[in-house]
């Protein structure tokens, strides 16, 4: 899900037959009245990685049992999953909007996050990436303004903007 930016309902479907060749290719199961979105990404080198020790039939998240596990089969298993590892505010939700936050890190538009995800908006795709480079961002912003673009101008003498004239200024800043 980290590298898929899929959602449970979603992940839990995926196999082998999803595969074609560096890619992986599905519908998403929330839009499928309307055909579904269909999703198709490069399949990341991680992932990879982790797939070709797996057996070449069934689904990808399979129990220990080979059977397909629900959405909300996988859902409780990763809260015990995430428990165990003393991550309690982690969820499989959690890693699909981590996914869409990487992308936006590495610079990714909202449209190129939405084709990962299967957004079928672009309107949900900022609230899974709110907080992508947040710190980066107020750095930028903040050396904007002590860039002085426009020149010596300060809060307290902006003519027209605080004060009705150039020489008043705000209340304590004489």
């Known amino acids: 899900m980290l590298y898929t930016g899929a959602a449970r309902v979603d992940a839990v479907q995926l196999g082998p037959e999803n595969l074609r060749g560096d890619r992986i290719e599905y519908r998403r199961q ?4 309307s055909g579904g979105i269909k999703v198709n990404i490069p399949l990341h080198a991680d992932l990879a990685e982790v797939l070709d020790a ?3 039939a069934g689904s990808f998240l399979a129990t220990s049992n ?13 809260r015990e999953w995430c428990n165990e590892a003393g991550l309690p505010k982690c969820s499989s939700h959690g890693l699909r909007k981590a996914c869409a936050r990487r992308l936006a890190e590495a610079q990714a538009t909202t449209h190129e996050i939405a084709s990962v995800t299967g957004h079928k908006t672009l309107a949900l795709v900022p609230l899974y990436t709110e907080a992508a480079g947040c710190e980066e ?9 002590i860039a002085r673009p426009n020149g010596n101008e300060n809060v307290t003498n902006r003519a027209g903007k605080f004060a009705k004239s150039a020489d008043k200024y705000v209340k304590g800043q004489e």
């Not at 961002?137 to 303004?145: H, I, T, V």
């Open 30 to 33: 929330k839009t499928s009245r």
């Open 54 to 56: 797996l057996p070449e």
């Open 66 to 78: 080979g059977k397909t596990r629900s959405a909300a089969g996988l859902g409780n298993a990763m």
């Open 137 to 145: 961002l107020a750095n930028s912003a903040m050396e904007k303004l």
